[in-house]
């Protein structure tokens, strides 16, 4: 491709309109393409409508930031803007070569653009891609105080159009418009929003994630548009809506109900919540939101419609609206986002009517690796060397929503080859692993565990995953299993890897069979990550580092920790996802003596941290010193004090 020229003339023809530019020539005599790859800097519009020389040179043009946000084309533009932003990321340090040639690979792949390929593989962030193309374009950078708290151009530009270019209008003056962009250089974008606009585009870069919940929240779907589904859902009171089982099941399918409840749903998909909390009271029906462990507040539903959304629920996941007075259970399976999502559904009786809680279990979204789990190399190579054999029994024990079922199908994905035959008894089936019988028990018809294990130990299996053992009769099934050459991995809600061996002493399993069978243990707990966007380092004081005992990992270097910030890409709360810390108990011949001696949970958490086992507070201070998670959220999952 030529250098842009810098001292042709436009032909004295007639002049054709351009959705960008609005008025320029149709051919330059020294250029051999249409007259709308000219930059603006180059020509501008006069009133006239006819386009007159800008009267600048080539140095000025390429150092100037004209109205439209366009300048003049550099070398590196001319040799391609996707190699620009790859340069860009290494010059700034955002990414290396390795992560660049990884990327690369998995577009031939996975095919699309190269910049999102990179955010998803988790190479980059958004705030990472945002600032790139701020640099590769010369254009602003977008925060969130820079969204408009009205739409503009609700009536020219459609929302699916926005959501699908991933662009935003910012504001609007007598001179253009400023358009947040996740890619400033989508031209065709830039081309048609202008067009729509009637008037110059002035191109900002913006993060995915800002521009989509932008637009949620201006043009449906989003927070302030429940409130405009609530006043489109009319004024039923509840007591006319519940006396009449038909009004109420009519009241459940009408739209405004269905539309606010998919988009609580959409809300809690975007937020990465594991649970959704639907809680009535005397005034209004509650909606809280698990993320990453914690519970978040979102704005609560009129008491009059709290009957509609609880039958709509109880429909979608088969459940009886009539029955008010016991608990039930569900399931729902629906796509958000172009993503399956299976939510289980449990409802109680309470004073103020159903209280509800949805589990969301989203499919083919984890990563089902150890490396990926975040457990150090010294606990890895016991829970493999305890993986190794052909028989005995690997338990993982923590509170509920501590990961154990994710580890329970990671180690199920170490397992997995044509060699081996892998069955699962779980309640329920979370997520779908090829080459594994897997098996949903159901107590109504008589399918407990107990009844399934007695099962599947005549299908010639090597490998059996319990999804928890729950009694002394499963537990008995699954020693019998490991005794008779069987691998067996199940869980256990057990506080620490020693209390799971006291725990199945005092289920009634015999010390003898337990010393026979059990290879170890793994105890877990998820704490918050750090944002990586807005971490603070921080050193710290001698009397906690005295306290937490730290110099054991750090020697005489000073102390370094991090704690949250505070930004756009974690809404301001400092953290974003969550990582495991964990404690692995193998079963020696020292813990084997004690098991036999029948000693208690706290003697043998101590002979096996003389043996050298690193606790869940440990592997936590360890994380924390990596700049991972903060030392508040490993004492808040620890109880450490």
Not at 525 to 545: K, M, T, Y
């Amino acid at each position: 491709m030529p250098p842009w020229p810098n001292t042709c003339r436009p032909p004295p023809t007639a002049t054709r309109r351009c959705s960008r530019y609005r008025t320029i020539p149709p051919r330059c005599s020294c250029w051999s393409t249409t007259a709308c790859r000219w930059p603006r800097s180059i020509w501008s519009w006069s009133t006239a409508s006819s386009c007159r020389r800008a009267s600048v040179s080539s140095r000025s043009a390429r150092e100037t930031n004209w109205r439209c946000g366009r300048r003049w084309p550099v070398a590196e533009e001319v040799a391609g803007p996707e190699q620009r932003f790859c340069e860009i990321l290494l010059q700034e340090g955002l990414v290396d070569q390795a992560g660049l040639e990884r990327a690369r690979r998995a577009r031939e792949e996975l095919g699309g653009a190269l910049d999102d390929i990179l955010v998803k593989l988790g190479l980059i962030g958004e705030q990472d891609r945002a600032r790139a193309h701020s640099i590769q374009h010369t254009v602003p950078l977008a925060s969130k105080k820079d969204y408009p708290s009205t739409p503009l151009f609700a009536d020219q530009v459609s929302p699916g159009f926005l959501a699908k270019s991933r662009i935003l209008p910012l504001r609007e003056d007598e001179e253009g418009v400023d358009l947040a962009m996740v890619d400033p250089g989508d031209d065709y974008a830039i081309r048609a929003m202008a067009l729509l606009a009637g008037k110059p585009v002035r191109p900002w870069a913006g993060t995915a994630k800002e521009i989509e919940d932008a637009l949620q929240e201006l043009y449906g779907d989003g927070g302030s548009a429940m409130d405009r589904i609530i006043a489109d859902a009319g004024s039923d009171g509840p007591d006319e809506a519940e006396e009449d089982l038909e009004r109420l099941r009519d009241l459940a399918s009408e739209a405004p109900v269905v539309r606010l409840v998919n988009s609580l749903f959409l809300r809690a998909y975007e937020q990465r919540a594991s649970d959704i909390h639907i809680e009535p009271s005397e005034r209004h029906l509650g909606v809280r939101l698990r993320v990453d462990g914690v519970l978040r507040e979102v704005e609560p539903v009129p008491k009059r419609l709290a009957a509609a959304i609880v039958s709509r629920i109880k429909i979608m996941a088969h459940m009886d609206i009539a029955e008010r007075r016991l608990s039930q259970d569900g399931r729902i399976r629906m796509r958000v986002r172009d993503q399956e999502i299976d939510m289980r559904v449990s409802t109680v009786p309470t004073l103020f009517g159903e209280s509800m809680v949805l589990r969301l279990l989203e499919h083919g979204t984890v990563d089902l690796d150890f490396d990926a789990l975040g457990i150090e190399p010294a606990i890895l190579a016991h829970i493999e060397e305890a993986l190794a054999g052909h028989h005995g029994i690997l338990l993982v024990t923590g509170p509920t929503g501590s990961g154990k079922t994710t580890t329970l199908y990671t180690a199920l994905k170490y397992l997995n080859s044509p060699e081996r035959k892998i069955i699962t008894v779980e309640d329920p089936i979370e997520y779908q692993l090829e080459r594994v019988t897997q098996i949903q028990v159901n107590p109504d018809i008589g399918l407990t565990f107990a009844n399934v294990l007695r099962s599947i130990v005549r299908q010639d299996p090597d490998v059996i995953m319990i999804g928890e053992m729950r009694d002394l009769e499963t537990a008995e099934i699954a020693v019998q299993s490991a005794l008779t050459g069987h691998l067996v991995l199940s869980t256990l809600h057990t506080n620490d890897a020693a209390g799971a061996i006291t725990r199945l002493l005092d289920m009634g399993v015999e010390d003898y069979l337990l010393t026979s069978t059990v290879n170890g243990v793994l105890a877990q707990r998820l704490v918050r990550a750090l944002c990586r966007e807005c971490r603070q380092d921080w050193e710290a004081p001698p009397e906690l580092v005295q306290r937490m005992q730290l110099r054991r990992f750090t020697g005489d270097e000073p102390v370094r920790l991090y704690r949250p910030g505070g930004c756009d890409a974690c809404s301001g709360l400092g953290y974003r996802g969550r990582i495991g810390i964990f404690e692995f108990l193998p079963v020696d011949a020292a813990i084997r003596s004690l098991i036999l001696q029948r000693s208690d949970s706290d003697t043998i958490h101590r002979a096996a941290v003389e043996q050298g086992m690193t606790t869940l507070f440990d592997d936590g201070l360890r994380k924390v010193l990596q700049g991972l998670t903060s030392i508040e959220e490993v004492l808040r999952v620890t109880r450490q004090h």
